[in-house]
């Protein structure tokens, strides 16, 4: 069955950077798109970023434009979200997604001083 198991996540100051990781595992990775999502407490479920199976495309929510970026290597089933210049209102829990109905257990990114 599909799996997607995320990692990377943690406890990090304002300014600070991030590397998620997600490695999935039951699909043929490399045809499918992959997603990142997040949500903060109280609020919605919002789409991060996407990229799509040649890695060709990718797309980004308008407030981490310029400061995340989603990756894959398809050699390793993963597909990875470096986060740049973070900032408080980026602490969520952040999800792996693929076609549309499958998730990862999520990983907790907190942005504090």
């Known amino acids: 069955q599909v799996q997607l198991v995320e990692s990377g996540g943690g406890l990090v100051e304002p300014g600070g950077s991030l590397r998620l990781s997600c490695v999935a595992s039951?699909?043929?990775?490399?045809?499918?798109?992959m997603s990142w999502y997040r949500q903060a407490p109280g609020k919605e479920r919002e789409m991060v970023a996407n990229?799509?199976?040649?890695?060709?495309?990718?797309n980004y929510a308008d407030s981490v434009e310029g400061r995340f970026t989603i990756s894959r290597d398809n050699a390793k089933n993963t597909v990875y979200l470096q986060m740049n210049d973070l900032k408080p209102e980026d602490t969520a829990v952040y999800y792996c997604?693929?076609?549309?109905?499958?998730w990862g257990q999520g990983t907790q990114v907190t942005v504090s001083s």
């Open positions: 997604n693929t076609q549309t109905i499958y």
């Open positions: 039951g699909f043929t990775f490399s045809t499918y798109a």
């Open positions: 990229i799509i199976g040649n890695s060709r495309f990718t």
